[in-house]
Every structure is written in structure tokens, then in C-alpha cells.
């Protein structure tokens, strides 16, 4: 499955976006996925994942409460809201896809994902 991401920009701390995750293939709609990030200088993390139902919705700490993961099969796609964005919220963000059901627990494990959108940078001022 291809993946597209897209959304990302620059806005200023407290603000918001949107990034989606548009799926070339329907089969993106009985998988789960997930958002990752990588921020300058720093290891690929995880942000948030969401099961194929649209449930089972998992946080990262850092993010938790600020951040709403959803997704809408009518249109092979996901989303990340972003909200009270932080500067340290900056950072190439990425979705990701299994090729397989993932066992509950491992969603966090970037290893686990198969296939990659091509990252949006996402720049919050201060």
C-alpha cells in the first residue's frame, strides 16, 4: 500500500493542524496504522496509533490529550489532529501501515510497519 501524507506547515506554539494519510489500496482500511515522528537530531518516535475498527487508539505520553488519531474508510484515509502544539512538537511526521494484525502492545514499534508515507514537516514557532 502507498502511503501520502500530508497537512504539515508551520504554525505557531498553541496552535493547530491537521495531517491526513491518504492509501492508494481499500486494504489500508483492514489494517491498523500509526504516526510517527522524527524531530531534528532525534530517533524516530512513536506519536499515535489507531486499530483498523478505529479503535483501540494509543498516545504516546508526550502527546496525550493533545493529539486525536482518527481515520475514515469512506475516503482510505487516517488523520493526526494536532492541537496546543508545542516547539517541541517539530518534526518530520510520517504514517505507517502493517502489512499484518499487529499483537496489542506492539503498535509503538516502528519494526512492525511495512509501509511508509514520505513524511510532512511539521514547524512550531515560539
Known amino acids: 500500500v502507498q502511503l501520502q501524507a500530508s497537512g504539515g506547515g508551520v504554525v505557531q506554539a498553541g496552535g493547530s493542524l491537521r495531517l491526513s494519510c491518504e492509501a492508494s489500496?481499500?486494504?489500508?482500511?483492514?489494517?491498523?496504522m500509526a504516526w510517527f515522528r522524527q524531530g531534528p537530531g532525534r530517533e524516530r518516535e512513536f506519536v499515535a496509533s489507531?486499530?483498523?475498527?478505529?479503535?483501540?487508539?494509543k498516545y504516546a505520553d508526550v502527546v496525550r490529550g493533545r493529539f486525536i488519531i482518527s481515520r475514515d474508510k469512506d475516503k482510505n484515509a487516517a488523520y493526526l489532529r494536532m492541537n496546543n502544539l508545542k516547539t517541541e512538537d517539530t518534526a518530520v511526521y510520517y504514517c505507517?501501515?502493517?502489512?499484518?494484525?499487529?499483537?496489542?502492545?506492539?503498535?509503538?514499534?516502528?519494526?512492525?510497519?511495512?509501509?511508509w508515507g514520505q513524511g510532512t514537516q511539521v514547524t512550531v514557532s515560539s
Open positions: 489507531i486499530h483498523w475498527s478505529g479503535g483501540n487508539q
Open positions: 489500496d481499500p486494504i489500508f482500511n483492514y489494517r491498523g
Open positions: 505507517a501501515a502493517p502489512n499484518k494484525l499487529l499483537i496489542d502492545g506492539t503498535e509503538m514499534l516502528a519494526s512492525k510497519y511495512e509501509d
